[in-house]
């Protein structure tokens, strides 16, 4: 019994009979949100990408714009302008590695979207630009992933190789559901430490978990105040407890 089609694979078969222009129209037509569309998500990964002085660090590999409607001065980029990771100053916005829809979801952005297999192979093999800049922001920048599997190709297979050839990596992190053993297992052998959290209620933890780290990201000073009034609280308590025993 022959296995899925992987959804590259998919929008390989449809450009047979397709032009890509149609494919990406109805793919961002799909795509476009409805007025009460939730943010929430979005703004915490936005507090967590934002720099103290300000800067907004985001890679993300979803065409939509739903980061954007989070905020609306942000920078955007998309293939094939890319910012240079060798340049701090130029590291500012969201980057949409995989191309982006237009303002008004009729169709793609710039070189269009990386959909289909044969797409994917020339961003990250035979032309290779995708491929350059994630080694380029791995070497200079500290990754934390969210939202992916430790199987999502290509990644999966760029990560394997940096590792094997370099013996570790530094610095990347991954968002896993799953128990703490099970989730390390699936991320070892790409160099990546894995950040444990039980999967349930829609990954209601790892939320949790992100808006907490958000507030502290956005003020770490009165994240600080936070936390030791709250130690002053529980020592106060316990001493109550104390007294009366």
């Known amino acids: 019994m022959s296995g899925l089609i992987s959804a590259d694979g998919i929008f390989g078969l449809l450009e047979r009979d397709f032009l890509t222009r149609d494919i990406e129209a109805m793919v961002s037509r799909a795509l476009k949100p409805g007025q009460s569309a939730d943010l929430s998500a979005h703004r915490i990964v936005l507090d967590l990408a934002t720099t103290p002085d300000g800067k907004v660090r985001l890679v993300t590999t979803n065409f939509d714009l739903l980061f954007e409607d989070c905020c609306s001065s942000l920078k955007i980029w998309y293939p094939p302008h890319l910012p240079d990771p060798s340049r701090h100053i130029d590291m500012d916005g969201i980057i949409h590695l995989h ?123 009165a994240w600080y105040k936070s936390v030791i009034d709250l130690a002053k609280r529980d020592q106060s308590r316990s001493n109550r407890m104390n007294a009366v025993r």
């Open 99 to 221: 191309g982006c829809v237009t303002k008004d979801y009729i169709g793609a952005e710039g070189d269009g979207f990386v959909l289909s297999s044969s797409q994917f192979g020339a961003a990250y093999l035979s032309d290779g630009w995708a491929t350059r800049f994630i080694r380029e922001i791995i070497d200079r920048y500290v990754v934390v992933f969210i939202g992916y599997t430790a199987d999502d190709p290509p990644i999966k297979y760029l990560l394997e190789a940096l590792n094997r050839k370099t013996g570790r990596l530094d610095g990347i992190y991954a968002f896993q559901s799953g128990l703490s053993s099970d989730a390390a297992v699936k991320w070892l052998h790409k160099g990546v430490e894995a950040i444990p959290y039980p999967e349930n209620d829609g990954h209601q933890v790892l939320w949790e978990t992100l808006s907490a780290w958000a507030e502290r990201a956005k003020n770490p000073d």
